[in-house]
């Protein structure tokens, strides 16, 4: 996995915190010295960046190698990140959260997370925010990769980061999950649909 840039219009000198969440029969077993997160380097516009000279985009190319063990699929590991830039006076300022679920199949994939920040509670708020450079952050950055007491806060969009990620699975089939590029047999789950099929289905509960 590489997260490889971000666009945040005009934002310059940004870096960006990563971190993985999962459900608790998910180890880590390779990969970050058992620690899912960490820190990318400052960096800042350059000549191109997506592919154009003038798109504004920051690449910090950041490799991350982690490789997770389990029994079962819920709680799929999800990334979250978080753009930090450093403003004209030298303070750190969040710029944008966002979570991606992991890919479940194998393969190679680009992705691109929008990314967002919450906003001031009034425009009074907002003019002392911009004056004393304390901008509206979340306590916990992984909030953004969870489900519960998000629709109390109110966000506006602010860039997108992109990432580079190759997947790869290992004995799926030895726990009856049934990868979409394998012929279906008559157990296992379909990631395709996210459904059970065949007679060990009959009865249960989609898993994801």
Same mark, same amino acid.
């Given at each position: 996995?590489?997260?490889?840039?971000?666009?945040?219009?005009?934002?310059?000198?940004?870096?960006?915190?990563?971190?993985?969440?999962?459900?608790?029969?998910?180890?880590?077993?390779?990969?970050?010295?058992?620690?899912?997160?960490?820190?990318?380097?400052?960096?800042?516009?350059?000549?191109?960046?997506?592919?154009?000279?003038?798109?504004?985009?920051?690449?910090?190319?950041?490799?991350?190698?982690?490789?997770?063990?389990? $029994?079962?699929?819920?709680?799929?590991?999800?990334?979250?990140? $978080?753009?930090?830039?450093?403003?004209?006076?030298?303070?750190?300022?969040?710029?944008?959260?966002?979570?991606?679920?992991?890919? $479940?199949?194998?393969?190679?994939?680009?992705?691109?997370?929008?990314?967002?920040?919450?906003?001031?509670?009034?425009?009074?708020?907002?003019?002392?925010?911009?004056?004393?450079?304390?901008?509206?952050?979340?306590?916990?950055?992984?909030?953004?990769?969870?489900?519960?007491?998000?629709?109390?806060?109110?966000?506006?969009?602010?860039?997108?980061?992109?990432?580079?990620?190759?997947?790869?699975?290992?004995?799926?089939?030895?726990?009856?999950?049934?990868?979409?590029?394998?012929?279906?047999?008559?157990?296992?789950?379909?990631?395709?649909?996210?459904?059970?099929?065949?007679?060990?289905?009959?009865?249960?509960?989609?898993?994801?």
């Amino acid at each position: 996995m590489q997260i490889e840039s971000g666009n945040f219009e005009a934002a310059n000198n940004l870096y960006c915190k990563f971190s993985f969440t999962q459900g608790n029969d998910w180890t880590v077993v390779v990969g970050n010295s058992g620690v899912t997160g960490g820190l990318s380097q400052i960096a800042q516009r350059g000549a191109t960046g997506f592919g154009t000279a003038d798109d504004g985009s920051v690449v910090w190319n950041f490799p991350i190698d982690v490789v997770y063990k389990a $029994t079962n699929a819920y709680g799929w590991p999800r990334i979250a990140i $978080t753009v930090y830039g450093v403003d004209a006076l030298g303070r750190d300022v969040a710029y944008g959260y966002g979570s991606m679920m992991i890919p $479940t199949q194998p393969g190679q994939y680009e992705r691109e997370i929008d990314m967002y920040a919450p906003m001031p509670a009034s425009f009074v708020q907002r003019l002392i925010n911009n004056v004393l450079g304390t901008h509206p952050e979340y306590f916990d950055s992984n909030f953004v990769a969870q489900g519960s007491n998000r629709e109390v806060t109110r966000v506006q969009a602010t860039g997108s980061v992109k990432l580079s990620l190759h997947i790869a699975t290992k004995d799926m089939l030895r726990f009856g999950y049934v990868p979409a590029s394998t012929p279906m047999g008559s157990n296992g789950l379909n990631f395709s649909t996210n459904t059970l099929d065949g007679p060990r289905g009959m009865g249960r509960q989609e898993a994801m």
